[in-house]
């Protein structure tokens, strides 16, 4: 069973080896991204380009598998509906990503680069997911 | 190597980068057949999602990033960036925890895995979070609102 886990870490320690190469963990590299208007700085569409040339790869690999390698069945999400939920998430989701240069893979990283900082920006993000399922709970 | 006219700009750690990520969330698809989604799983580990993800996984996966962070400072030497102060590290965090499990993914679930699969949702999602992050640092630089040092 154990075997089952090694795909999990395998993948999270590329994951975070990735975004700290491309950038993704500097805020200073994200924010200058984002400065569209001003002093941009494109390192980040190489970032995002890469990952999603070599995973448009995998998604053509996916359905000529009847299941994954180390799993009995894929897990997918198949919804297509677009919502106000959708849009108004990842809206907030975009300011809080301007506010600070960091999303939720890059703030977990650094936990080992700018321990304090990051912990502060992990324990907010939680609480944040806390208060979603706080409303949603009582929904 | 230097882009023409971005003198500041690493394209090719861009690409490297890039790459592994987009290797990481292979092996999740083809491994395990799971999107690697952090907000998500890191919503699972905590035990604020009722997926069908064993929390032992999620935590695995988790624990992965500042180790792979560790390794690339070991290679590429120590780098020292510098982080918002803890004011705006808090207001920033906690919009990224709503808006994420709002709109059920970041920059990796909707933007890697979503968009590399041409998801109508996760093209919508990241055209959103992107136009919102870049208006962001615009009306910040416009008011003068420094964030980094």
Redesign the interface.
Known sequence: MMGRQIPFIIAGVLFGAGLTLGGMTDPARVRGFLDLFGDWDPTLAFVMGGAVLVMAIAWVIQPKLTQPLFAESFSLPSRRDLTPKLIGGSALFGIGWGVAGLCPGPGIAALVIEPFSAAIFVVSMLAGMFLVRLTEGSA | MT?PG?P?????????????????????????????G??GI??RA?G?SD???PK???W??????????????LV?GE??????S?L?????????????????G???G????????L???SL???A???????????I??AIGLV??S
């Open positions: 882009l971005f500041d700009a690493a394209p090719l750690a861009g690409l490297g980068g890039g790459i592994l990520i987009g290797l990481a969330a292979a092996v999740m698809l083809l491994g395990v057949g799971r999107i690697a952090v907000s890191a919503a905590t604020m997926s069908s993800l032992s996984s999620a695995l996966f988790l624990i992965g990033l500042p180790l792979g962070a560790l390794v690339v400072m590429a780098v020292e960036p510098s982080f918002a803890p705006f590290l808090g207001v920033a965090g906690l919009l990224v925890g709503v808006g994420t499990r709002l709109g059920s970041c920059t990796s909707h933007g890697v895995c979503g968009m590399s699969r998801s109508p949702r919508v999602a990241t959103t979070f992107m136009i919102t992050g870049f208006a962001t640092v615009a910040m630089n964030v980094l």
